[in-house]
């Protein structure tokens, strides 16, 4: 199944605690690719209510400009969950990000919650995303049913530090200990054919280690991190971004393949290596995340 034939860029997936309306209005000039208000680990229990009706008014009256609008609401189950879609859906966000997802029904409950609402808000149904957020080992063992579990399910997070203490894991700078669950989430989405946005790295002070890390990520697979400072931004957009070189060695090898695959032939020599669908597959991927970040004209 091939929902996203031209996705849109995740690279950064910036949060903003939604009682900030300060950090709000500063968030949306930096040009992340996606800007999450956040109702859910950013917010006091005693300020969920005051949160909601800022984050809904800055949906409906800041200029997001490129950026995505995202807000992450509170777990299925919290007894918040309702009460957050319904100030927000109305407000007409591109997408709703639910944390600590454990099975597909979660998703799916939430995909309903959404239609119900967008009818009585008059938005068209299924315009409003959802990105659902691996963070236990429960959530983990049933990714691949999550990252299956609707029509509107357009990424899966991975929740390194959440997963690291439900699985009791003492987190690392190596990474080791989350190394499994982190590349299961990529093979879960790669599987469903949606976007997998790996974890966050929380000392915003390090940008040698925020470096690596991320560039870790993109080694995996990832398309995007989650990230929590400004300056992180640009950073990681640069680092999933494919580069000048990267693009022209991708749009070789596809009209290369467009070529050789008219006569017949199914691998090829290019540059005194062989290329197959594996070699590609890889080359279209290049290419379709230069055209998401507007590096390339989209087709």
Known sequence: MNRMKTPRARRAILYVPGNETRKIEKAVTLGADSVCLDLEDGVAPNRKAEARETIARALRTLAFGASEKLSRINGVGTGFELDDLEALVPARPDGIVVPKV?????????????REIESRAQIAPGSIALLGMIESARGLVNAVAIANADARVEALIFGAEDYAADVGATRTREGLEVLYARS????ACAAADIQAIDLLYLDFRDADGLRAETRRGAQLGYV???VIHPNQ???????????????????????????????GRGAFALDHKMVDMPIIKAAERVLARARAAGKIAME
């Open 102 to 114: 454990n099975d597909a029904e979660e998703l799916r409950w939430v995909s309903a919650r959404v």
């Open 184 to 187: 299961a989430v990529v093979a």
């Open 224 to 226: 995007g991190t989650q």
């Open 233 to 263: 931004v640009p950073l990681v957009q640069e680092i999933f971004t494919p580069d000048d070189a990267a693009i022209a060695a991708a749009q070789r090898i596809v009209d290369a393949a467009a070529e050789y695959l008219a006569q």
